[in-house]
């Protein structure tokens, strides 16, 4: 059992930054994508982060490594699309288990570098459990509402086949991530938990969901408040939000869970918001200004960031976060770490 729930109470714990913003650094060709191994592949690969872990494996270790210096605590695994729901779009359904077990190894392996260089400073790995491309409460199509693109059963199945591999990688926590539809999330949820009674395990979750826009709702609806209590059935080491928002915009949506749940909050929004080229440009310095504005409110005790961040932006953050003491959480799953 990892001491994640030790250190959670000790400091506000650092998650890193973007995967997809460092690896585009790289500006890997279709051919690097695919590899010796995919090289006569009969769909276009380019775009599948998560086959980097096979076919780029040192880059990927390569990010973590750097997130890692940078001050993170916690990485996350790079397999947000690494479930048969969306590896559908590049016929790699097969490769799931294998995708998500080595995506867990790489990162592991790299944490265990650094805890054993800083052994005050235990490092740990995040198994990325990302939305899918469908959802489970709304139509795709606009002529019949009652249709939907996948099932619970599905999402769960999937899920499960997900969780598995991220554990048997040597993943830490589990993390949902991006949470778009909770019905999504929920059946993640249940995967997991039938996954740890199964191995009668108790591993760390962490669920991150995602105000869409101005409306200060999820996609499927919810306000955060609502998006909390329909996770809250769930023992989680930490509830919150990513992705979407920058951090200024985020703050409001923190405050309305923070005061209703003893669960730890986590944050990682995007360095602002896209400008018109999709890219983003909130420098770390202003990043790390508005999460201060967290800090003094207690509102936090995990902080990273989202789309657009870099080793740069963690560093800013770490810095800040290192002087700050962590919001005070009283919960049953904290009580694990004195058993």
Known sequence: M???????????????????????????????????RFKEYPTPLKGNNDLLSITQP????????????????????????GTTIAMADYQMEDLVYELNYESAKLAKEAADEFTQKEPHKPRFVAGSIGPTNRTASMSPDVNDPGYRAVTFDELRIAYKQQVEA????????????????????????????????????????????????????????????????????????????????????????????ASKTDFAISAHPNAGLPNAFGEYDETPEEMAA????????????????????????????????????????????????EK
């Open 2 to 36: 990892s001491n994640i729930h030790q250190e959670i109470q000790k400091r506000i714990l650092v998650l890193d930054g973007a995967m997809g913003t460092m690896l585009q650094q790289y500006n890997f060709t279709e051919e690097d994508f695919r590899g010796e």
């Open 58 to 81: 040192e880059a990927v270790k390569e990010v973590h490594r750097k997130y890692f210096a940078a001050g993170a605590d916690i990485v996350e695994t790079n397999t947000f699309s």
């Open 166 to 257: 991220l554990l048997d990688g040597g993943s830490d926590i589990l993390l949902v991530e991006t949470v778009f539809d909770t019905l999504n999330a929920k059946a993640a949820l249940f995967a997991i938990e039938e996954v740890k009674s199964e191995r009668k395990i108790d591993v760390p979750v962490m669920v991150s969901g995602t105000i869409t826009d101005a409306s200060g709702r999820t996609l499927s609806g919810q306000t955060a408040e609502a998006f909390l209590i329909s996770v809250s059935h769930i023992p989680l080491l930490s509830v919150g939000f990513n992705c979407a928002l920058g951090a200024n915009l985020l703050q409001p949506h923190l405050e309305a869970i």
């Open 290 to 337: 508005q999460i201060e504005e967290y800090l003094k409110k207690n509102l936090i005790n995990i902080i990273g960031g989202c789309c657009g961040t870099t080793p740069d932006h963690i560093t800013a953050i770490a810095e800040v976060a290192a002087r700050y003491s962590p919001r005070t959480v009283i919960n049953d799953q904290l009580s694990i770490a």
